[in-house]
């Protein structure tokens, strides 16, 4: 009897601990589809990242358009130059991404929301407002 009956705790415990992680698994599931994820932790990184990486940007963007310009550049002119370029103190900020689970294997689909406001000073310091550049 004592056999048996550890047997059957057993087994009854297994079977409410599959079905656990299943409902928990499919419940996730519906979350993923349904709701959006917050990507405040990007935030940060790229708060910290913009003013290390956006000089070598700037640059990278500025020899590709002149390269551009001077092959392009119409014959009544003598040259177009991109002087300065600058993508602003701030960076941009990821609001949200929207996974869709319900795709091709080989598939990702996503929705990502993106915004920029490149002369908002409301969360800058004195210092940071004072070394601003307008975009």
């Known amino acids: 009897m004592a056999t048996c009956g550890t047997y059957y705790r057993t087994s009854i415990m297994r079977v409410r601990r599959n079905v656990r992680d299943d409902l928990n698994r499919e419940f996730a599931k519906q979350r993923l589809e349904s709701d959006v994820e917050s990507l405040e932790w990007m935030n940060a990184f790229l708060t910290k990242f913009w003013p290390i990486y956006i000089p070598v940007l700037e640059a990278s963007i500025m ?42 294997d080989d598939t990702v689909e996503m929705d990502w929301k993106f915004s920029f ?15 601003k550049v307008n975009p």
Not at 82 to 96: A, E, I, N, W
Not at 119 to 128: G, I, L, N, R
């Open 63 to 104: 020899n590709t358009v002149d390269g551009i310009l001077a092959a392009n550049c119409p014959g009544f002119l003598d040259s177009i130059r991109l002087p300065t370029f600058h993508l602003g103190s701030k960076p941009f900020r990821l609001d949200h991404v929207k996974t869709y689970l319900k795709t091709e």
């Open 117 to 131: 406001t490149p002369k908002d000073v409301s969360d800058m310091t004195s210092k940071q407002i004072k070394d």
